[in-house]
């Protein structure tokens, strides 16, 4: 089968690697419909995160169950399937505290020795844990469902996440620092998911803010730093916002963060902090400040997000602006990476 | 009068100053029964913080209502109060989200300019939105009671909100970090006022364990670091603790802190991150922990610790192993540094 290898910094092909298939009874084969690029796939891209050589890529795909192990019971051939971007048992101590990306027997999709989501095939371990089936299959969900329900495997959980992480409930006014695809879900997961009244999204970009007004932004605030902070403050009042979503991950977004968040409000942070390591305690410890991080647990929210959107009541497909066919999957890396596209879908 | 004043690192003195008066119309003056000194007066004293020199001492204490300004309508002269160790207007938007610490009109007892809790009276600013009553006043409460009702105006109520912070409930498991007088304290708070089921308290020093079991500490881990870490783990399963009260504030308690944190744990942090500026972020990322800090806001909890103590239910004058007159301030300060006393109290 084809997959995309990771080669070095910058460079990205599709290759033959060998085909997936069942090697633990609880495995499962899923024939990938559709994937995507994922902002954190960019770290390697960029050169900012070291990455074997040959690696796969990918952790964001949907597809048709293909073959499953014995064990696997949840599941038949032809069941149309979608993989949050890590597996899980979803059986242990942390699986059963809805966080699956602690999972005692997880792992992530496109580490060394897995297949990566942007290929033809997939071996997902855990399948019974890991897989969430689509009703109705592709005959109820149709192709145009697809986009929407690939979102679900990352980028709406992980931005739901980040709201939830930010405390968000049912009437609350949320600031989202961040318009890339998670921050852009954050504010559809705060409004549609969660609630929210009211959703400030950070974004100096027309075409990112249109996607966020479309998820239910009320407020857009284009200013960063200093000048970003009092603008969050004149729309709330003076008092700042209570619920914080940091999606970007470095020391100035951190520090907008800190600056609008009302004294006791909390901030939700989903992002791999590779570029914020540290974080300054004095000003959180002074304004009563509760910093919420994690790996989003997809797995927890994907049934929900699957049914919503099922239903036709979320859809965050259109954070992919771009599409492109697995053979070109280089070509979508480099516009991400040069942030002309906000995400783009393989199929 | 006379007060205790800071003159440089290791030399506290009590000197004449000028009598405490009503400045304001919203002040109350309040003749010190009781004080004592702070865990956090020490970084001054050791040089780790700067003081101004002649700056007053000390911000817990209560008295006996000696006058009030004109627009003070909730006590009379005579009155039997408890001071938090800040005053606030309890109005404000902050102080009515129970932040009185954020207090738009607020102040910390000892700043420049203002009078501290070591001396022989104090002038209480916003005394309406400050001092809480003791019900039935000295007559009802007697003498046997003062200290008591002393440790409520910081280290009861700063115990107790570690605690809070750290998200016990009823029947959680706490940890905590640090047997100080607010380490202590957090585990009394997390027992009597929580509901705490288990309280695993990390201390070395058998008359802390002691006091800590009388607080309803059900274990006590004497090892520290990787050793007190896999103790705790061991004591919960290998799960870790859902919530853990870092009472202690350099880098190797909040290591301890992040490594016995169960997935998806809280941290609570009530002390001053002098000694801790940074937090590395990546570990709790990965484990999904929830870090929560904050100047305990004392005044949201003094009306019912006040309560609990009245009733019976809620002693933690324990932490006063030493008691000196305040003209021996300079003695307590010496043995409090030396770690020879817990706490003392000033009579």
Wanted: glycine share 14%; proline share 5%; charged share 15%.
């Amino acid at each position: 089968m084809r997959a995309a290898l990771y080669l070095s910094a910058g460079d990205v092909i599709v290759d033959e690697v060998p085909d997936a298939f069942l090697a633990e009874p609880t495995d499962a084969v899923v024939r990938v419909l559709r994937s995507c690029i994922c902002g954190s796939d960019l770290g390697s891209y960029r050169g900012v995160i070291t990455r074997a050589a040959r690696s796969r890529l990918g952790h964001e795909f949907l597809g048709i169950v293909e073959a499953v192990g014995a064990d696997v019971t949840s599941f038949r051939v032809g069941d149309l399937v979608v993989a949050p971007f890590q597996w899980s048992d979803n059986t242990c101590p942390a699986c059963l505290d809805g966080l699956q990306t602690s999972c005692a027997n997880g792992g992530t999709f496109g580490a060394p020795g897995t297949d990566g989501g942007q290929g033809e095939a997939v071996r997902v371990p855990q399948a019974d844990g890991t897989l969430v089936a689509v009703p109705g299959g592709l005959d109820a969900s149709g192709e145009e469902l697809l986009p929407a329900l690939l979102a679900t495997s990352d980028v709406a959980a992980t931005g739901l996440h980040g709201a939830v992480l930010a405390g968000t409930g049912e009437g609350s006014t949320v600031a989202v620092i961040g318009d890339g695809a998670v921050g852009l879900c954050a504010v559809l997961g705060a409004v549609t998911v969660l609630g929210a009244e009211r959703v400030i999204l950070m974004s100096r970009h027309a075409d990112r803010q249109a996607i966020g007004k479309g998820f239910g932004a009320t407020d857009i605030v284009e200013a960063r730093g200093e000048e970003g902070i009092a603008a969050v403050r004149e729309l709330t009042g003076g008092l700042g916002v209570r619920h914080v979503v940091e999606a970007v991950g470095t020391p100035e977004s951190w520090a907008m963060a800190m600056g609008m968040a009302r004294e006791g409000g909390a901030i939700g942070a989903v992002g791999v902090p590779h570029t914020m390591p540290q974080l300054p305690l004095f000003e959180p410890f002074i304004h009563h400040l509760s910093i919420n991080l994690g790996i989003a647990p997809v797995r927890r929210y994907l049934p929900d997000l699957i049914a919503r959107v099922t239903a036709g009541t979320l859809d965050a497909s259109p954070v992919f602006d771009t599409t492109l066919p697995l053979a070109q999957v280089a070509k979508g890396y480099a516009a991400m990476s040069a942030r002309e596209s906000v995400k783009v879908m393989l199929t």
